[in-house]
């Protein structure tokens, strides 16, 4: 499975982003799919993530800020991001995990496939 993730930009505070996660290779059906981020100097960190069945699982700090979808038709899943602060700035990857149970979906060990990254700077 390839993936490959963008949408990421500078927006201000406040402000709002869309990332895209597409798959090719297989089905994105088949898999969970998550978003982790690493900030400048940071470990990557869970962001949020959907199972095959659309179970959702989030982060804390993103809760009510951010909105993980899917699109199995078009073979790509989403993160809607509103509200955004300085400290949501990181590059943002994609995952696909086949197999995962809920407790493991915030897990980075539990993927086994990862996008590229995406870069997405909060800022005025």
Avoid: H
Avoid at 12 to 18: A, D, E, H, I, R
Avoid at 22 to 43: D, I, V
Wanted: glycine share 12%; hydrophobic share 35%; aromatic share 12%.
């Amino acid at each position: 499975v390839q993936l490959q993730a963008f949408g990421g930009g500078l927006v201000q505070p406040g402000g709002s982003l869309k990332l895209s996660c597409t798959a090719s290779g297989s089905p994105l059906s088949n898999y969970a799919m998550g978003w982790f981020r690493q900030g400048a100097g940071k470990e990557r960190e869970f962001v949020a993530a959907i199972s095959w069945s659309r179970s959702t699982r989030y982060t804390d700090s993103v809760k009510g800020r951010f909105t993980i979808s899917r699109d199995n038709a078009k073979n790509t899943m989403y993160l809607q991001m509103n509200s955004l602060r300085p400290e949501d700035t990181a590059v943002y990857f994609c995952a696909a995990g086949s197999g995962l149970i809920y407790s493991s979906l915030a897990r980075s060990p539990s993927y086994d496939y990862w996008g590229q990254g995406t870069q997405v700077t909060v800022s005025s």
